[in-house]
């Protein structure tokens, strides 16, 4: 019994391992989702920028600027719904090795309950026995 315990013991904190890795993963799509975030809202505050169109040439370079920026934020904005597809995968593994944890804890605390029935009732066939010998030796003596 003692080495089922340890061995589901040792499989909890397994899985506890990759809860704890699964978390990480999750934090860094966070994170990863923000900057997409950040640099969409960036890239749109450079769309603004006002410049003087006194010729062809500048208005032409506006234009194109303006072109590759949009290029950019396009680029930016299917990024972000790739992370935010990924963040949304790995907000549904880490629930689901949440709830393997969580019934891995149960498994390990009703293991141990049951050993410690079993020792309790070990000791008490043993004070019982003890119990019976001392009586005998007084009904004997």
């Known amino acids: ?20 890795q ?8 966070r994170n990863l989702c923000q900057r997409y ?17 006194d010729n062809a040439l500048q208005r032409d370079n506006l ?32 629930l689901q090795a949440m709830r393997k944890e969580k019934v891995m804890e149960h498994v390990v605390a009703s293991k141990l309950e049951e050993w410690q029935r079993l020792l309790a009732r070990q000791e008490q066939k043993l004070q019982d026995g003890m119990a019976a010998q001392a009586w005998w030796r007084n009904q004997l003596g």
Do not use: D, H
């Open 1 to 20: 019994m003692q080495r089922q315990i340890e061995m589901l013991s040792r499989l909890a904190a397994l899985r506890s391992a990759k809860v704890q």
């Open 22 to 29: 699964i978390m990480a993963r999750l934090q860094y799509q």
């Open 37 to 53: 975030r950040n640099n969409i809202e960036g890239l749109r505050r450079l769309g603004n920028v006002q410049a003087p169109l």
């Open 63 to 94: 234009q194109r600027y303006k072109t590759t920026l949009y290029r950019l934020l396009q680029l930016q904005q299917r990024e972000l719904a790739v992370a935010e597809e990924t963040l949304a995968r790995v907000q549904r593994e880490l």
